[in-house]
């Protein structure tokens, strides 16, 4: 069974926003998949995407990815990976991913990859293995508690694009006047967040920030470069990982919800590792 929160990197920055009643419905819907067995599989889909950013390599930017279907060895090796959620998520990539450009997949490569590509990658992984609709049975409303028997198409997870894919760093507006120049958190960066063991919320975000802001344009036109994540305003620390948080492309798997027809209320059902890849 795979973790169930997990390491997607927008929980990363956000931290476990998820409405209580919404874990509720997706823990419900666990167990009873954990009783009734497989999940329903049509047929395995298109093996190749287009990520939002890619890589660049001498100034050409490579967007196009491969991926394949999982078989039964890299179950095993996912199921080898244990408890840790990150080191579940890396094995599905290096497994389940065969090329970004013109490279094989690799650790350093899986690294360099923004938060949002990956997690796209892993949406694409799901596909090619068990097909792109996630079948929900007697799934309870969390108004009405009906239960609910649901199809869910991987393309209708909200997706957030990149204006322009070939955009590195960015402008937050800060207090005083002052902007900061930032560029989105990668692989890298997530699994620093994740080495930091107490979870300690503040301690994590003071890391995505000492690596994502480049620097400080102050009113006055002095620039400080990288600047101690300690060294900025709570407010400023919020803009900044706010901003990290709303730009960071790929699919948003926590913020999926559905209107349940009889009730006409809309069932937040946030789309956790575990639901994507129920059955292995
Ligand atoms: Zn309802």
């Known amino acids: 069974m795979l973790p169930d929160f997990d390491a997607f ?19 419900a819907l666990l167990k009873d998949d954990r009783n009734s067995g497989e ?6 889909g298109e093996n190749h995407i287009t ?20 078989t039964g060895a890299d179950e095993e090796a996912i199921a080898a990976a244990g408890s840790s959620s990150y080191k579940v998520f890396e094995t599905l990539l ?25 997690e796209f990658l892993v949406m694409a992984i799901r596909r090619a293995t068990f097909g792109n609709d996630l079948e929900f049975e007697q799934l309870p409303c969390s108004h009405c508690q009906e239960l609910v028997d649901l199809t869910v198409p991987l393309d209708a997870i909200p997706f957030t694009r990149l ?5 590195t760093e960015f402008d937050v507006p800060l207090r005083r006047g002052a902007t900061a120049v930032v560029r989105l958190p990668t692989g ?32 006055d ?22 901003f990290l948080a709303d730009t960071q492309p ?19 059902l946030p789309i956790s590792l575990a639901v994507l890849f129920r059955g292995m």
Not at 55 to 68: D, H, L, N, S
Not at 102 to 118: P, Q, T, V, W, Y
């Open 94 to 118: 290096l497994r389940g991913v065969r090329t970004i450009g013109n490279e094989f997949m690799n650790r350093k490569l899986a690294a360099e990859l923004l938060i949002g590509d990956r």
């Open 39 to 44: 999940p329903a599989i049509d047929e395995p």
């Open 221 to 242: 036109g002095a620039v400080t470069r990288r600047p101690p994540a300690t060294s900025l305003s709570m407010s400023d620390r919020k803009a900044v990982l706010k």
């Open 188 to 219: 890298d960066d997530q699994a620093a967040v994740l080495t930091i063991k107490d979870g300690n919320a503040a301690k994590q975000d003071s890391e995505i920030l000492g690596r994502c802001v480049l620097r400080i344009r102050h009113a």
């Open 163 to 167: 204006e322009n894919s070939e955009q």
């Open 9 to 27: 990197g927008d929980q990363t920055l956000k931290g476990l926003e998820a409405p209580e009643e919404a874990t509720a419905a997706t823990q």
């Open 51 to 70: 990520l939002e950013r890619g890589i660049c390599r001498e100034g050409v930017w490579y967007r196009e990815a491969e991926v394949k279907e999982l």
């Open 250 to 268: 790929g699919p948003r798997y926590g913020d999926f919800s559905f209107v349940h027809e009889t009730c006409g209320k809309e069932v937040p």
